[in-house]
Nanobody, 127 residues
């Protein structure tokens, strides 16, 4: 069992930056990948980025070049650095953890790949 808690959301102006954190506790040694999803108002939840234990990452086209996902293993914490924020980045952001073996090196881009989810943190980009 892994518990995930997000933090760092808030209100930011367009063009600004925000950093989200996801703290993991429990059987964290079983985690093979972690991801950030977001749910914009009135829309379906979508994948933002994935960190894989093997060292590679995945980004949705909409955030490529603006967002960076990383993990501090010693602290069991994952981060999402968000720069050049746009109003369309407004959403509830969720972190998720995957325990599937293949997720350590490839794939892991479907919600079904992730077995633990946080409660979410609101990010609002507005002037």
């Amino acid at each position: 069992q892994v518990q995930l808690v997000e933090s760092g959301g808030g209100l930011v102006q367009p063009g600004g930056s925000l950093s989200l954190s996801c703290s993991a506790s429990g059987y964290t040694s079983n985690i093979n990948a972690m991801g950030w999803y977001r749910e914009p108002p009135g829309k379906e939840r979508e994948l933002v980025a994935v960190w894989r234990r093997g060292g590679n990452t995945y980004y949705a086209d909409s955030v490529k070049g603006r967002f960076t996902i990383s993990r501090a293993n010693a602290k069991n914490t994952m981060f999402l650095q968000m720069n050049s924020l746009k109003p369309e980045d407004t959403a509830v952001y969720y972190c998720a953890a995957s325990f599937r073996d293949y997720c350590s090196s490839y794939g892991c881009t479907e919600e079904a790949d992730f077995g633990s989810w946080g409660q979410g943190t609101q990010v609002t980009v507005s002037s």
